[in-house]
């Protein structure tokens, strides 16, 4: 079986989106990142005639699996079931474009799905070899291989940092620049070799082979960047009581998350040059989750992704609630 044809991963504690989501057969739900359709099928299940289903994806292969896999569930339901190849970072814009005027519940699904990391010539995986590209969406941008080549030392290794929370982060810039220069940085196993190079007194597998993987992934992608901007896009097109969901798998997602929709909970108060308030701003939603949602033991046995997985939800307020 090839890869692209792999059943597809099961979704991160759907149970839990499902109930945070608190589907309304005749409501309309967004899937940020729609990936395989795993989450989507079990949303788009409990809709009926008039309920409507838009999943939003970078990556065109997923939205071709997602596709096949909801029309037989669309069939069987009638309700509405679209598909756009979108970064959700510009979710209002597409609700904007498809008429729609509000929408009850959205779920963003961050970071890499386990169908991107099973194909090889996505240079996602660091246990595989295939080019060094890790884009997303494979119709735009520059690859991995593109942006290691301008970089230097110091923007590098704060990436690693910043976005993996690798310690050794100079040293392994420095690895990877090396063979970049010497031109050996063409794959993933080249990236490997690099690592292996700058942690040759490490005994076995060192961990940052899999953290530098990942700074390196979102970077390319932008991918926190696009959390962001994802975030303020989906509170803006809730209607009021709809919900966001969020689900991440790293810290550095959780943290964007955490602040964003803390900020957006909190009243706000636009300030005159002399310090007076000028306006003040009602909060736009209420923290449903004080604290992340973590997966429960069965989960984690059932899905080995769902372990370092963290879900936040909160309900959109109605204009000029306090």
Known sequence: MEEHQKAPHIPVMADAVLEWLAIRPEGCYIDCTVGAGGHSSQIL???TTRGRLLGLDRDPEALALAGARLE???????????????NYGAVDAVVAELGWSGVDGILIDAGVSSMQLDQ????????VSGPLDMRMDTTSGETARAWLAQQNEATLSAVLRRYGDVGPAKRIA????????AMQLERTEDLVAAIRDALSFVKGEPDEIRTVFQAIRMAVNAELEGLERGIEAAISVLNPGGRLVV??????????VKQALRAASRKERLLRPDGRILKEIPPRVVLLTRKPVLPDEEEMARNSRSK???????????????
């Open 45 to 47: 299940a409990r809709l």
């Open 247 to 256: 689900l991440t798998f790293h810290s550095g997602e959780d943290r964007v």
């Open 308 to 322: 370092s997985a963290k879900l936040r939800a909160v309900q959109r307020l109605a204009q000029g609630a306090s």
């Open 174 to 181: 420095a690895a990877i620049l090396r063979r970049r220069d």
């Open 120 to 127: 090889a010539q996505r240079g996602f995986s660091f246990q």
């Open 72 to 86: 037989h569930i669309r069939a069987n339901t009638e309700a509405e079931c679209r598909l756009v190849h979108a």
